[in-house]
Structures are given as C-alpha cells and as structure tokens.
Nanobody, 111 residues
Framework: VQLVESGGGLVQAGGSLRLSCAASGSSFSMSVMGWYRQAPGKQRELVAT???????NYADSVKGRFTITRDNAKNTVFLQMNSLKPEDTAVYYC??????WGQGTQVTVSS
C-alpha cells in the first residue's frame, strides 16, 4: 500500500488550498487516515485525523480553519485548508494506520 499526496503549493496568507491523499494498493478501507505536518527545524505534528466512521480530531491550531473529509470507497482523504497563515508553512504528510508515510507535499504560505 502506498500513500500519494497532492495539492500543495504556494498561497498568500488568508488563502486556501485543498490537499488530497490516495491509499493505493489496498482493497480494504483504512481505519484511520489523516494529515501531519513538519515545518523546518520542528518535529512532525498532528494536523487532523478521521476514522472510517467519521470520528474527527483536529489540532487546536487548525480548528475552525481546516476541514478533513474522506471517501472510504476510494481510500482517499482530503484536507481543505482555509484562512491559511504563514505558520501553516510545512511539508504535509498523509497518514493511514499501518501504512508507511508518503513523500509529503509542500505548503508555503506567504505573508
């Protein structure tokens, strides 16, 4: 099983981006999927997770700005990021329980 992220890029503060991640190579629905991020010089941190029954957890820093959703049939998870801030700049990694990390996608928010 592989995780393939897409949707990162450069955006101005206050803008929006939508990240997508597909877990390919599995015919079973992933139990928990989500997103982590790692800024330069910092540890990887949780952004949001969502279970197969749509139980959701957000980091306090993104509550009210980011929305995580998933398509169980396609083993795909999405992260809608609104009102982006420069401190959201990081490499965003898709997470799926029991699956190796993907390569990540860069999100850069300019001030």
């Amino acid at each position: 099983v592989q995780l393939v992220e897409s949707g990162g890029g450069l955006v101005q503060a206050g803008g929006s981006l939508r990240l997508s991640c597909a877990a390919s190579g599995s015919s079973f629905s992933m139990s928990v999927m989500g997103w982590y991020r790692q800024a330069p010089g910092k540890q990887r941190e949780l952004v949001a997770t969502i279970s197969s029954t749509d139980s959701i957890n957000y980091a306090d820093s993104v509550k009210g700005r980011f929305t995580i959703t998933r398509d169980n049939a396609k083993n795909t998870v999405f992260l809608q990021m609104n009102s982006l801030k420069p401190e959201d700049t990081a490499v965003y990694y898709c997470y799926a329980y029991g699956v190796p990390w993907g390569q990540g996608t860069q999100v850069t928010v300019s001030s």
